[in-house]
């Protein structure tokens, strides 16, 4: 599991190809403000989410099966329960990360997808380790746990 300041900055970095499964049209939906947080900031967000024909100007898919293109990470905005699936889906499209969101949990969803080789992500926030990482919250006082006199060498955007 990638729990450490690099590897998270490796993965934001790296990987700018993310289908965010459970997506939501509702702009008031923490999955849909991490998806416009992203999007601004240069990443490509593909939504999944059968409920919808378009999410944020940008074409919902019904599975991650159904993507046309590749894709690096799977951001998992879904209850524990339903992970597995998506982990399975995850490995047969040649995802290389499970991120699974805050309060997301799955552990044999996780050993699952890094026996296959993908990395993984728990409980944590793209659009808030983005934030973190990238200089974005230590600016209005949030304590990000980055001691450092120097900006990172570069920025995901």
């Given at each position: 599991m990638v729990d450490d300041i690099a590897g998270l900055r490796r993965i934001l970095m790296d990987y700018r190809t993310i289908a965010m499964v459970?997506?939501?049209?509702?702009?008031?939906?923490?999955?849909?403000?991490?998806?416009?947080?992203?999007?601004?900031?240069?990443?490509?967000?593909?939504?999944?989410?059968?409920?919808?024909?378009?999410?944020?100007?940008?074409?919902?898919?019904?599975?991650?099966?159904?993507?046309?293109?590749?894709?690096?990470?799977?951001?998992?905005?879904?209850?524990?329960?339903?992970v597995m699936p998506i982990a399975e889906d995850a490995i047969a499209i040649g995802a290389k990360v499970l991120w699974q969101q805050i309060g997301v949990l799955n552990y044999e969803a996780a050993a699952k997808a890094e026996a296959a080789g993908l990395e993984n992500v728990m409980d944590r926030c793209m659009k808030i380790e983005h934030g973190r990482l990238?200089?974005?919250?230590?600016w209005v006082g949030v304590n990000t746990k980055v001691i450092s006199a120097k900006r990172p060498r570069s920025l995901a955007y």
């Open positions: 459970g997506l939501s049209a509702d702009w008031v939906r923490p999955s849909n403000f991490a998806a416009k947080y992203l999007i601004e900031h240069g990443y490509t967000v593909i939504p999944v989410n059968p409920r919808y024909e378009e999410i944020l100007g940008q074409k919902s898919y019904k599975s991650l099966r159904d993507i046309p293109v590749p894709v690096d990470v799977v951001d998992v905005f879904r209850k524990t329960a339903d990238y200089g974005g919250l230590n």
